[in-house]
Structure formats: structure tokens, C-alpha cells
């Protein structure tokens, strides 16, 4: 087993060159925070950016910032937090990840409801495919980017398409306050509804949950942000539909995106659905452990390995996914990790892996065991 650090994208552009001609698969890393979710990759070698870090451009008046893939999110965390700014598409904080795997993964949290998906923040980035060839896609401004939008598809591909070098995001404001209303002993069913029923109407939430167990009782939470007056004022619009609102904002909200009120073992899934179908799959496993986000549409469901046909068999019927985000390494290898394709979606993945990486040596198997 070699470990490469690379220190820079044109030494990536070398080791995947020698890589691809050597038919050796690599294995794509950050800081490996991520590593449990997907397939095991079976490779001869590992590929870490995490020696490629910096902040190369921050321009906080044009709501732009761009880094190396290596580069800690705590990092530019940080430093937008100096500027009353954040990265608005609020990634879980699953230990000491890159900027890189953030993108790699394509993970968001419960503001993508308002705010949209890492996609949709992603401007621009620098890579190496499967080839060694060093390419560039989108750019600083979205009305500048021309041609295909590499971007979206990049954005939760696991490192299985290239090596992410350099990356350019679009950062937002961070707000002056924000409200958290609650009602609690609702049923999945009732609470889901009300969520709905409060998303539908013009008071722009920014996050929308249910949880079956919150101190001892079902509760039904959502969030305002904005101004101060703004808040205050939705809030009060609010206020008839919710028995209150709780103190610790922050912290509540935190633990809905990363998933951390629940244990992830023994297999933690994450399952998108239409918001309007989230019941249905918690009303099929009426004693998991779960948290409900995205007002219905995003659910953390914790299930023993052996209801894994069943779960699928459930989303399917939704139209939804799911994905296996923890598991032992047995179990990840022995099912479908992520939702399994078949006909056209599947030989379509598989014309763009080839496209990207012809000889299949990025991460092979992290996705599907084909590819």
C-alpha cells in the first residue's frame, strides 16, 4: 500500500497518470471523516488532499471564496464567521473534513430547504480525471460559466469522476437572529402536515423537523431567520400554530444536521423522499429510531442490517433513495450502499464514469460494485 499527500495538482496530475497507465485503481481521500459511507475501495494506493490547503481567494463584498480541496472546512468556517457570512447550504460537521470530501460527498443540512443543495453553491472547480489531465469547470460568477455544468455532477460523486484541487463557492450573509417554534405530541403524520402547511405560506423558514423522541416526546420544530424585527415579527405570526419556542437554537439545529440525536449503529440510512411520503416510510418501521428534516423530505432512519430489502422495497414505492451513510465494513460490503440502478440510469452512470476515468481507477466500487 503507498499513501501519496500531493502537494499540488500538477503532482496529482502525475500520480493518476502513473496510475492509469499502470492500471492501478487509487484510492480518493480527504481526511477520510467520510470513509464509512459507501462501498469499501479495495486499491493498491491511497490519494490524500490534505496536504493541498489555503484559502486562495476571499472576496466578502462579491460573496465569493475560493480554496484548495485540502483545506479544512473549520478553516473557512472561520474565517467567514470573521465576516458575518457562512456557507448557506450548512454541511454536517462530521469531525475534521476538507472542503473537498464537503463537495465529494454532497452532503447539506436543514437550511437546503431555503437555501438549496451544495450544488447550487458550488461556482466553479479545478480537477484531475481518471486520465491525469488537469480540467477546470464553471467559474467565479454564474453568468460568466459557459457549457456543460460540471459543477451539479461533480457535487456528491465521491471522488469517483476526479480529484478535486481547487474549488470556488458562493458564500451568503450569516443572519442577524433567528427563532425556533415548537409543538410537541404530534404524530409523524400530523407533524409532517403542519410543516408542510407552514412551508406553503410566506414566512420563509429555513428549517422544518420532526422527531418522534425530543426529551421525551414527539416534537415539531421549525426555524426563522432574517432580521430581527423580521423574525420577530414571522414568529409571532407563527406563534398560534406552536405551544413555544426553545432557547438553544443553535444547538438543537446542530444536532439535526449531523444526525448526532441519533446512534448510528446498527446502520444509520439516510432516505430521500417527497415531503409528503415521509410518514409512510416511518409509519413501515414504527419502532427505528429517526429523525424527520426537510419538512418530510429528508429522514435519518436507524435499522438493523436485516431490514435493508425492506427499507428499499418502502422508498421504491415513494419514488425516493436512500443511502447507507454508517455500517460495518461488512455490511457495506455485502449490499447497496446508495439507491441501485438499473436500465438506463444505470448504463447512463456508467458512460459518464468512463468518460471521466476510462480505466476506472478512482475510487472504484465506493459507488456501485461495477463501477
Request: charged share 20%; net charge neutral.
Given at each position: 500500500m503507498t499513501d501519496f499527500a500531493p502537494t499540488s495538482a500538477e503532482e496529482i496530475a502525475d500520480i493518476v497518470k502513473a496510475a492509469a497507465a499502470n492500471r492501478e485503481p487509487l484510492?480518493?481521500?480527504?481526511?477520510?471523516?467520510?470513509?464509512?459511507?459507501?462501498?469499501?475501495?479495495?486499491?493498491?494506493?491511497?490519494?490524500?488532499?490534505?496536504?493541498?490547503?489555503?484559502?486562495?481567494?476571499?472576496e466578502p463584498e462579491e460573496l465569493v471564496l475560493s480554496a484548495k480541496a485540502g483545506t479544512p472546512l473549520s478553516e473557512i468556517e472561520t474565517l467567514l464567521a470573521k465576516h458575518n457570512q457562512q456557507l448557506a447550504f450548512e454541511p454536517p460537521h462530521w469531525g475534521e473534513q476538507t472542503i473537498g470530501g464537503v463537495i465529494a460527498t454532497g452532503f447539506s443540512g436543514p437550511r437546503r430547504i431555503q437555501a438549496g443543495a451544495v450544488r447550487d453553491h458550488l461556482l466553479g472547480f479545478s480537477a484531475v480525471n481518471g486520465r491525469g489531465e488537469l480540467f477546470k469547470a464553471g467559474g467565479r460568477v454564474v453568468k460568466n460559466v459557459t457549457g456543460y455544468d460540471l459543477s451539479k455532477l461533480m457535487a456528491g460523486s465521491f471522488g469517483t469522476l476526479a480529484v478535486l484541487t481547487d474549488i470556488t463557492l458562493k458564500v451568503l450573509p450569516r443572519p442577524e437572529a433567528q427563532a425556533t417554534l415548537v409543538r410537541t405530541n404530534q404524530s409523524a403524520r400530523d407533524g409532517i402536515a403542519l410543516l408542510n402547511k407552514a412551508l406553503g405560506q410566506p414566512y420563509e423558514i429555513t428549517a422544518a423537523a420532526w422527531l418522534p423522541d425530543f426529551n421525551g416526546t414527539s416534537i415539531t420544530a421549525l426555524r426563522l431567520e432574517g432580521f430581527t424585527d423580521s423574525v420577530a415579527d414571522r414568529a409571532a405570526s407563527l406563534c398560534r400554530q406552536f405551544d413555544l419556542a426553545i432557547a438553544d437554537t443553535e444547538h438543537f439545529w446542530d444536532?439535526?444536521?449531523?444526525?448526532?440525536?441519533?446512534?448510528?449503529?446498527?446502520?444509520?440510512?439516510?432516505?430521500?423522499?417527497?415531503?409528503?411520503?415521509?410518514?409512510?416510510?416511518?409509519?413501515?418501521?414504527?419502532?427505528?429510531?429517526?429523525?424527520?428534516?426537510?419538512?418530510?423530505?429528508l429522514i435519518?432512519?436507524?435499522?438493523?442490517?436485516?431490514?435493508?430489502?425492506?427499507?428499499?422495497?418502502?422508498?421504491?414505492?415513494?419514488?425516493g433513495h436512500a443511502t447507507l451513510v454508517s455500517a460495518s465494513e461488512a455490511t457495506r460490503s455485502t449490499i447497496d450502499v446508495f439507491q441501485p440502478q438499473t436500465g438506463a440510469l444505470a448504463a447512463l452512470t456508467a458512460r459518464v464514469k468512463d468518460s471521466f476515468d476510462p480505466h476506472r481507477i478512482l475510487n472504484p466500487g465506493r459507488m456501485y460494485a461495477s463501477l
Amino acid at each position: 500500500m503507498t499513501d501519496f499527500a500531493p502537494t499540488s495538482a500538477e503532482e496529482i496530475a502525475d500520480i493518476v497518470k502513473a496510475a492509469a497507465a499502470n492500471r492501478e485503481p487509487l484510492e480518493i481521500l480527504g481526511n477520510a471523516t467520510k470513509r464509512v459511507i459507501g462501498r469499501p475501495v479495495t486499491a493498491p494506493h491511497r490519494l490524500s488532499t490534505t496536504k493541498l490547503t489555503g484559502v486562495t481567494l476571499y472576496e466578502p463584498e462579491e460573496l465569493v471564496l475560493s480554496a484548495k480541496a485540502g483545506t479544512p472546512l473549520s478553516e473557512i468556517e472561520t474565517l467567514l464567521a470573521k465576516h458575518n457570512q457562512q456557507l448557506a447550504f450548512e454541511p454536517p460537521h462530521w469531525g475534521e473534513q476538507t472542503i473537498g470530501g464537503v463537495i465529494a460527498t454532497g452532503f447539506s443540512g436543514p437550511r437546503r430547504i431555503q437555501a438549496g443543495a451544495v450544488r447550487d453553491h458550488l461556482l466553479g472547480f479545478s480537477a484531475v480525471n481518471g486520465r491525469g489531465e488537469l480540467f477546470k469547470a464553471g467559474g467565479r460568477v454564474v453568468k460568466n460559466v459557459t457549457g456543460y455544468d460540471l459543477s451539479k455532477l461533480m457535487a456528491g460523486s465521491f471522488g469517483t469522476l476526479a480529484v478535486l484541487t481547487d474549488i470556488t463557492l458562493k458564500v451568503l450573509p450569516r443572519p442577524e437572529a433567528q427563532a425556533t417554534l415548537v409543538r410537541t405530541n404530534q404524530s409523524a403524520r400530523d407533524g409532517i402536515a403542519l410543516l408542510n402547511k407552514a412551508l406553503g405560506q410566506p414566512y420563509e423558514i429555513t428549517a422544518a423537523a420532526w422527531l418522534p423522541d425530543f426529551n421525551g416526546t414527539s416534537i415539531t420544530a421549525l426555524r426563522l431567520e432574517g432580521f430581527t424585527d423580521s423574525v420577530a415579527d414571522r414568529a409571532a405570526s407563527l406563534c398560534r400554530q406552536f405551544d413555544l419556542a426553545i432557547a438553544d437554537t443553535e444547538h438543537f439545529w446542530d444536532g439535526i444536521r449531523d444526525a448526532s440525536l441519533l446512534e448510528p449503529q446498527p446502520a444509520l440510512w439516510r432516505i430521500s423522499v417527497p415531503p409528503n411520503r415521509g410518514g409512510d416510510i416511518l409509519a413501515a418501521f414504527p419502532h427505528a429510531k429517526a429523525i424527520t428534516d426537510w419538512g418530510g423530505g429528508l429522514i435519518w432512519l436507524n435499522l438493523n442490517d436485516d431490514n435493508a430489502t425492506q427499507l428499499r422495497a418502502e422508498v421504491a414505492k415513494t419514488g425516493g433513495h436512500a443511502t447507507l451513510v454508517s455500517a460495518s465494513e461488512a455490511t457495506r460490503s455485502t449490499i447497496d450502499v446508495f439507491q441501485p440502478q438499473t436500465g438506463a440510469l444505470a448504463a447512463l452512470t456508467a458512460r459518464v464514469k468512463d468518460s471521466f476515468d476510462p480505466h476506472r481507477i478512482l475510487n472504484p466500487g465506493r459507488m456501485y460494485a461495477s463501477l
